[in-house]
T-cell receptor
Framework: GDSVTQMEGPVTLSEEAFLTINCTYT??????LFWYVQYPGEGLQLLLK?????DKGSNKGFEATYRKETTSFHLEKGSVQVSDSAVYFC?????????????FGSGTRLQVQP | DGGITQSPKYLFRKEGQNVTLSCEQN?????MYWYRQDPGQGLRLIYY???????QKGDIAEGYSVSREKKESFPLTVTSAQKNPTAFYLC?????????????FGPGTRLTVT
């Protein structure tokens, strides 16, 4: 079945450091890929998405590129801020399956220190 | 403002009692979903519905029930048969048009059963 694997956290960085959170996936067909962010005690917010190979999703300084050859969708940001501290989830949607629900990774907690 | 509302934010129940969690959306989305989130883990799909009066089991449906009598509403009942009901419950919705099926989430309900 479909699956998403994320690097384990927590990831602890100093403010203005470069961020990479790795995400790889297994899916049938051509899935769409997503990054969601969850702040403490809240629901998930869509951060960015990509729907086909080589697409780059971007939002609020975060970027991720859909790499079909490596089945990856790594999240990057050039300079993190304390306000970026949250849990980040990688997810996929496989259109070939009937249910069209998302499959999530286990989440990566990011802690940014001043 | 369009969005998804869940109520209540916190819910406390005694073991052996059924409890119903509310989820309402005004995004005119066809599909709605319920997920369960446990500490340090990803989201697991409980039930989903793509059309009024129809719903499907997800990966962990045992001990839960749902209804979809209106497009806007998708309440979840946690029954006494659910062995470990304490968790954070998230409702989501998505359009079935297009190819990506990104989901939009409510703020969540934290259920504690003692």
């Amino acid at each position: 079945g479909d699956s998403v694997t994320q690097m384990e956290g927590p990831v602890t960085l100093s403010e203005e450091a470069f961020l990479t959170i790795n995400c790889t996936y297994t899916a049938t067909g051509y899935p769409s890929l997503f990054w969601y962010v969850q702040y403490p005690g809240e629901g998930l917010q869509l951060l960015l998405k990509a729907t086909k190979a080589d697409d780059k999703g971007s939002n609020k300084g975060f970027e991720a590129t859909y790499r079909k050859e490596t089945t990856s969708f790594h999240l990057e940001k050039g300079s993190v801020q304390v306000s970026d501290s949250a849990v980040y989830f990688c997810a996929l949607s496989a259109p070939d399956t009937g249910r069209r629900a998302l499959t999530f990774g286990s989440g990566t907690r990011l802690q940014v220190q001043p | 403002d369009g969005g998804i509302t869940q109520s209540p934010k916190y819910l406390f129940r005694k073991e052996g009692q059924n409890v119903t969690l509310s989820c309402e959306q005004n995004l005119n989305h066809d599909a709605m979903y319920w997920y369960r989130q446990d500490p340090g883990q990803g989201l697991r799909l409980i039930y989903y519905s793509q059309i009024v009066n129809d719903f499907q089991k997800g990966d962990i449906a045992e001990g839960y029930s749902v209804s979809r009598e209106k497009k806007e509403s998708f309440p979840l009942t946690v029954t006494s048969a659910q062995k470990n009901p304490t968790a954070f419950y998230l409702c989501a919705s998505s359009s079935l048009a297009g190819i990506s099926y990104e989901q939009y989430f409510g703020p969540g309900t934290r259920l504690t059963v003692t």
